[in-house]
Nanobody, 124 residues
Framework: QVQLVESGGGLVQAGGSLRLSCAASGRTFSSYTMGWFRQAPGKEREFVAAIRWSGGNTYYADSVKGRFTISRDNAKNTVYLQMNSLKPEDTAVFYC?????????????????WGLGTQVTVSS
């Protein structure tokens, strides 16, 4: 069982930065692929970024490439999402997720564990 708790959301002006953190419980954190998804009001949940257990492979949605960076610290059981050059369209609830399945990380289905989310609001 893995429990995920996101933090770091907030209100920021367009062009600003935020760093989200996701703290995971469980001793097998390092064996999980970790992902970030987001859901804006009235829209479906969408993939943002993911990182394999070793940290060697990362994946990004086209809409965030070059602006967001995902990383992990397995010693701290934490995954991060550094978000730069934020835009109003990035406004959403951001969710952290974990899966042990070695599948395409941009699909939400294989993720077994989800956090409750953290709100990110970008003002214009």
């Amino acid at each position: 069982q893995v429990q995920l708790v996101e933090s770091g959301g907030g209100l920021v002006q367009a062009g600003g930065s935020l760093r989200l953190s996701c703290a995971a419980s469980g001793r097998t954190f390092s064996s999980y692929t970790m992902g970030w998804f987001r859901q804006a009001p009235g829209k479906e949940r969408e993939f943002v970024a993911a990182i394999r257990w070793s940290g060697g492979n990362t994946y990004y949605a086209d809409s965030v490439k070059g602006r967001f960076t995902i990383s992990r610290d397995n010693a701290k059981n934490t995954v991060y999402l550094q978000m730069n050059s934020l835009k109003p369209e990035d406004t959403a609830v951001f969710y952290c997720a974990a899966t042990r399945a070695y599948s395409s990380p941009w699909y939400a289905g294989p993720y077994n564990y989800w956090g409750l989310g953290t709100q990110v609001t970008v003002s214009s």
